[in-house]
């Protein structure tokens, strides 16, 4: 791997940069690997570093569709941040926070990770007691999070609008510092140059048809458009596409496929120091290193698998961003786009075995996945490796739908990711 | 200070009414009918901005949409719009401009140093760098990368103008005014359709609008022009847009336009929207949006006074401004010997046409050759010259065998440039149509695949004008036939294309100097150059979308309308691989930027979302109410006395209906009336309960579970007679529960007899509560025996109250005696002022929904959404009682059989008692079991629960809590701790009941 630094550029210049190599191959995919992992975001990418980096799996393919980073990873609004309610997500969350602190330096590719603070906005008495509930939760679990009064609120983020003129007035806020946002597409290309600088086939282009079991019901192999590969053991991280990948291995996966729809500005000086997240009148906004106001909110009502939603809901929230930031209405949309979320019924994720032997799956991030990447592959490569889950990720399990333990965050906070 | 650069005739622009405006302090003058361009062409003015990250200077290179270069604020203080086109401002007099991102001033910036150092930034250098030391990227980095980045500055005033929306039906929706969409709007309107036409100028016409020499039909393109305008204008069935984009294609024939109404105009009118936001659901739709010009990529192709050539001829044609005295000319393509030809007439000298290909044999270049233009055939450019606007350009003839020859300098102040043109297929794409790549034209076509979406003229590729005349007549016709019927039968089928428009340009042009050295710009706005796509692709980024993001070409506020082609060209080069191989990145909506306003619309403030009042709010508000919202709702908290706290004013309410009386608008509760013979059957299945030997006149506290067991919702319902319920839900719940019902009566028990109707609105309630309250409604009510024994607790009758028609329910969430009086809406003020009449001698005290909190917390009543969150069962808040174990089945059933919902850990609900009978837990406050040691910060901490709802109770003159804990029923008398960051507070676990276990006060 070509080490990158400032010195690097500077040495490059001279050679007007000619002696850049791909930052990961291009290889044919081979007959068999010890570990497949299919789907090339950056769950997947990341699955196969940690596996390579820290469990010594290095033959390990992971095979994408399309081009990778192209699905949620490559569309999501970049939020990072922790301030989850049960112990389970917080757990799982802060493990993926702690390992973004020092991910840039981990894979010598800046993903820009920017911890400017992510404010969640309270508007009415049942915000407050939420917000309030996990702000002391979070507090006993070591996560910081802490109370804003309004005018707080104001002075970390100046554009808010607090005037009692609004509809729903701000309140209060809740605001975790360590939050924040990062370069998506560079999450999806440091894993994937930093997995193949240490072996592993990141195959592109390559989708999966079928997957093969033998006659135990154990996992043998899978069919791709670019040919059969053995193996026995399998990582199914495909977001929206989880249902039907697993379908080919006859399972039924508790999920729901829609449409999330994000849009940008155009670029403009900086003026928004931090995240803002509004759950009541729906809408989250950070401001991007290139000066783009990135803005999101909830899901199109109606499942579908079409990279795209209604423009009812991106209007309404343009309606909440205007009224929340009165000085950016005449600013532009630039571009929306939408992207497929897999959301379970307790919204929070599945990571971990399935009945069928050999075959593991990640998915059900819904709305909020990107701030788990990083630990969302450490611990999925941990369960892949070692044929158990890890501790964070255990209560995460696919059979908890089945049973009832359930890690109801959405239930129990109404939050959005 | 008259513009030295405007011809003496011609143009559509009128020269007697001169505007005066500014740019960075600079005073001009322009003419009615200006865009901001034009005005500043015609001053001899090219430099207008700085490029995004090599802060280059920048003029103007389009004169459209399109532009990429001309970014400028417009306005000031609370009208400040940042990153516009110069090319689409029209101009207005008095206009204040501004030029962007660059500091000092635009002449000298200091940020021009990027560019001098521009060999460490290629594309994607700042993912290679900024990472030690790691704490410097928070301090040092990001900052100054951030402070760098960004175009304009953001408005700091909020926003002065309105915004407005309309919906809009029609048989045929036409995008795009140009000699194809009108043809197009003419031919449907004269088949009977309804026809809506819309387009992004100021004027309608398109590249007629430019067409000083074309004839059609027998007219001068302008008079067919005004002609058809007219016959359009005069048409019942037909509505014309200008200055409204067409910015968005969504599923089943439904475009959003943008249209802009006051900007154009010096000073608008008080109150008049600003834009307004178009949602048109249309039976076909015609996209007539021509085509762009695409530039050619040679080295330093972005200094001020570089031009796409059919852009300088709009300026000559349209505004009479002569771009430049002395002009270059590089084409790809014959367009551009038609751009040299008209500027030659108007008195421009043409120093050299280059033609970068072999031969040019078309109509436009022998019209050229004929006036005696020079041509040179193979023939490139190697260099520009000239700081703040071109002075000459290097060429050199290139070889059968591509060598390039050697040099000479020819002077100049304006370059034009064509590479050819690319069909706006955007809104095609975004319809989800399926495009081909056609080699003649090294452009994407459409390829069907949009039901009811069509293209015609230029934008499918069909170019001249007549033949997009034609094509427009025929995809007219068709979508008339196919949205109205009738008898035409037209078919819109793809012309040939003609030869002497043939133009494939989409590498850079070959140089002789070293290409690490040069910068031949592809995405001009975002300084992405040649030698950034093949790096991309060089280090591995194989897939155009990957290409895009790694060097950000197309991703600039034009999203690549003049790049993206170039981009892709020289990518598939690179790669070595076929054009169509190598892919389109998506098209998304907007078209063109589209103001966060005008998808907003009038929803800001009161408007944001609908007020609910209930029909006493304004005597609650003459009466000092404070009042919270809730959902919707606005609900009065409390009713402060004098200089009253709410913690005081809430004791008082309090007292009072436990002593006396107090009077309660109750009427946001969600209110459902649940009517046929399988009314008790739907009943029994959508609650807990067992509904079905209820009998009339009595009610039940019934409990809905969501699917996974938790509970959903909980009110009293009382049964009215066998076949007619009256349901209560939550305030803020009635929506969903209505939702919920519908869910299933619809989809799972379509088989069931019984209707569904929310009466929420229908019906002000009134609940009059405290051991007086009897003694009140007797004074009230005629026809309704309210005695105890006549009338027990959860009874409801109907009858009259002060001669209105009215539901009495005897029910109560305080926990004392108490009736909640139904009556229609309507009468609700009345009725209220009856209550507090006949209630005056008993100081009858209103009291707002924090008392009511308060007193629901004293008697353990939960509210669902405060003690209880999506996880919670019946039997985790102690309802398991309200379950009907007999019945067969109800929603929640099954999933209450799993294991986890009966695991002897789950959280229950319990009261809490401080040690300290002053203090007030904190609502949302963690609860642990061993008294934390050292330090209480030191996490974690194992959390057994948490505090749900915790109040100071006046009755019982101490702070009371009801809280989820974990096994909490087997914990009574526990001592359990809450730590908060001043320290741990002790609270012992009691039963959630406080007040009344026994229930006395209620069967009074």
Known sequence: MQKFSALALLRHAFGGHEGWRPQWRSPEPKGTYDVVIVGGGGHGLATAYYLAKEFGISNVAVLEKGWIGGGNTGRNTTIIRSNYLFDESVALYDHAVKLWEALSQALNYNVMFSQRGVIMLAHNVHDQQSLKRHIHANRLNGVDNEWLTASDAKAFCPPLNIENSMRYPVIGAALQRRGGVARHDAVAWGYARAADALGVDIVENCAVTAIRRGVNGALEGIETTRGTIETRKVGVVTAGNTSTVMAMADLRMPLESYPLQALVSEPVKPIFPCVVMSNTIHAYISQSDKGELVIGAGTDAYVSYTQRGGLHVPMHTLEAICELFPIFRRLRMLRNWGGIVDVTPDRSPIIGKTPVPGLYVNCGWGTGGFKATPGSGHLFAWTLAKDEPHPINAPFRLDRFRDGYLIDEAAAAAVAH | ?1004
Request: glycine share 10%; hydrophobic share 40%; proline share 5%.
């Open chain 2, 1 to 1004: 200070m008259s513009a030295p650069f405007r011809l003496g005739a011609g143009g559509r622009i009128d020269r007697s009414r001169k505007l005066r405006f500014w740019l960075d302090r600079k005073a001009y003058e322009g003419v009615a009918g200006d865009t901001l361009a034009s005005a500043l062409l015609a001053n001899g003015v090219h430099l207008v901005g700085r490029s995004f990250k090599y802060h280059r200077p920048r003029g103007i290179m389009a004169a459209g949409s399109d532009e990429p270069n001309a970014l400028v604020s417009v306005g000031s203080g609370s009208r400040f719009t940042p990153n516009l086109r110069a090319t689409q401002v029209e101009l207005t007099d008095g206009l204040v401009a501004q030029s962007q991102n660059r500091w000092p001033s635009l002449g000298r910036d200091f940020g021009a140093l990027n560019d001098v150092f521009s060999p460490l930034f290629p594309a994607g250098f700042y993912y290679k760098t900024f990472m030690w030391p790691k704490s410097a990227w928070k301090r040092i980095y990001e900052p100054k990368i951030r402070a760098m980045a960004g175009l304009g500055r953001a408005p700091t005033l909020p926003d002065s103008d309105t915004y407005t929306q309309r919906y809009a039906h029609c048989d045929a929706l036409i995008v795009g005014a140009g000699p194809a969409g009108i043809a197009a709007a003419l031919a449907a309107e004269a088949h009977g359709a309804r026809v809506i036409l819309c387009d992004e100028q100021a004027e309608l016409g398109g590249s007629l609008l430019a067409e000083t020499k074309a004839t059609i039909d027998g007219k001068e393109a302008s008079a067919w022009l005004s002609d058809a305008l007219s016959r359009l204008s005069h048409s019942p069935n037909v509505r014309w847009l200008s200055r409204t984009t067409a910015f968005g294609c969504f599923p089943h024939n439904m475009v959003g336009l943008a249209e802009r109404l006051t900007d154009h105009l010096p000073s608008p009118s008080e109150g008049r929207p600003r834009e307004r936001l178009w949602q048109v659901r249309a039976k076909e739709v015609v996209l007539a949006t021509g085509a762009l010009e695409r530039p050619l990529v040679f080295p330093d192709n972005d200094r001020p006074g570089i031009m796409l050539a059919d852009a300088a001829r709009q300026y000559l044609a349209r505004y009479a401004v002569k771009p430049g005295t002395r002009v270059v000319v590089v084409t790809a393509h014959d367009q551009a010997y038609r751009a040299a030809t008209e500027l030659a007439e108007a008195g421009v000298e043409i120093a050299a046409i280059l033609d970068i290909r072999q031969d040019a044999s078309g109509s436009w270049a022998e019209q050229a050759r004929g006036a005696g233009l020079h041509i040179l055939s193979s023939t490139t450019i190697c260099a520009t010259s000239g700081r703040h606007r071109v002075s000459s350009v290097e060429i050199a003839p290139v070889g059968r065998d591509g060598k390039v020859g050697p040099r000479s300098r020819l002077a100049c102040d304006l370059v034009l440039m064509c590479g050819g043109f690319t069909p706006a297929i955007h809104l095609f794409s975004q319809a989800r149509g399926k495009l081909r790549f056609e080699e003649r034209l090294n452009a994407f076509l459409p390829d069907g695949g949009a039901e009811g979406v069509r293209c015609a003229g230029a934008s499918r590729g069909i170019f001249g004008l007549d033949a997009a005349i034609a094509d427009g007549v025929a995809a007219g016709e068709a979508a008339a036939r196919d949205a109205v019927g009738g008898g035409v039968e037209a078919a819109h089928s793809p012309v040939p294309l003609p030869k002497d428009l043939d133009g494939r340009r989409l590498d850079p042009l070959p140089h002789d100097r070293s290409p690490h050295r040069v910068k031949a710009f592809v995405d001009f706005q975002n300084d992405v150059t040649a030698k950034d796509v093949k790096l991309a692709v060089r280090e591995g980024f194989r897939s155009i979308e990957h290409i895009k993001r790694y060097t950000t070409t197309g991703m600039a506020t034009d999203q690549g309308k003049t790049s993206n082609m170039n981009a892709l060209g020289i990518a598939a080069s690179a790669l070595d691989k076929p054009l169509p191989d190598v892919g389109l990145t998506t098209f998304r909506m907007p078209y063109t930027p589209v103001t966060f306003g005008t998808f907003a619309g009038v929803a800001r403030g009161e408007l944001f979302d609908p007020v609910r009042v209930t029909p006493t709010h304004d005597w609650a508000s003459a009466h000092g109410a404070v009042f919270e919202d809730v959902g919707q709702w606005k609900r009065a908290r409390y009713f402060p006395l004098k200089d009253e706290d709410m913690h005081r004013a809430v004791a008082r309410e309090c007292q009072a209906v436990r002593q006396s009386v107090g009077v309660f608008d109750a009427s946001t509760l969600g209110k459902i009336e649940i009517v046929g013979p399988d009314a008790a059957e739907f009943m029994n299945r959508i609650y807990v309960n067992p509904w079905s030997r209820l009998e009339p006149g009595r009610c039940r506290y019934g409990v809905m579970l969501r699917e996974d067991g938790s509970i959903l919702d909980d009110g009293v319902v009382g049964r009215l007679a066998a076949d007619r319920f009256h349901v209560t839900t939550t305030t803020g719940g009635a929506a969903q529960v209505l939702n919920h019902m519908e869910d299933f009566l619809q989809t799972e028990w379509s088989g069931l007899d019984c209707w569904l109707t929310s009466t929420t609105e229908q019906w002000a309630v009134i609940a009059v509560q405290g051991p007086d309250s009897r003694k009140i409604l007797e004074r009230l009510v005629d026809d309704i025996d309210l005695s105890a024994a006549a009338m027990p607790h959860m009874s409801v009758r109907e009858g009259h109250v002060c001669g209105v028609p009215a539901r009495v329910f005897r029910v109560s969430f305080t926990g004392e005696l108490g009736f909640e009086i139904n009556v229609p809406a309507d009468h609700g003020r009345a009725v209220w002022q009856a209550v507090l009449d006949a209630g005056f001698s008993r100081s009858l005290t209103p009291y707002g929904t924090e008392a009511m909190h308060v007193m629901r917390a004293e008697k353990g009543y939960i509210i669902v959404g405060q003690d209880t969150d999506g996880t919670v069962t019946a039997d985790d808040v102690g309802l398991s009682w309200a379950i009907g174990k007999t019945k067969k089945d109800f929603v929640g059933k099954r999933s209450l059989a799993r294991p986890a919902l009966s695991d002897p850990g789950r959280k229950q609900l319990v009261g809490l008692v401080t040690e300290d009978p002053e203090l007030v837990l904190e609502e949302g406050a963690q609860i642990i079991a061993e008294e934390p040691t050292a330090s209480h910060r030191s996490a974690p901490h194992k959390m057994i629960g948490h505090v749900t709802s915790s109040y100071f109770s006046a009755t019982l003159g101490r702070g009371i809590a009801l809280a989820m804990v974990a096994g909490g029923r087997r914990r009574m008398g526990e001592t359990l701790y809450v730590p908060m960051p001043e320290g741990s507070i002790k609270a012992v676990v009691t039963n959630p009941v406080f007040l009344d276990p026994e229930g006395k006060r209620l069967d009074a």
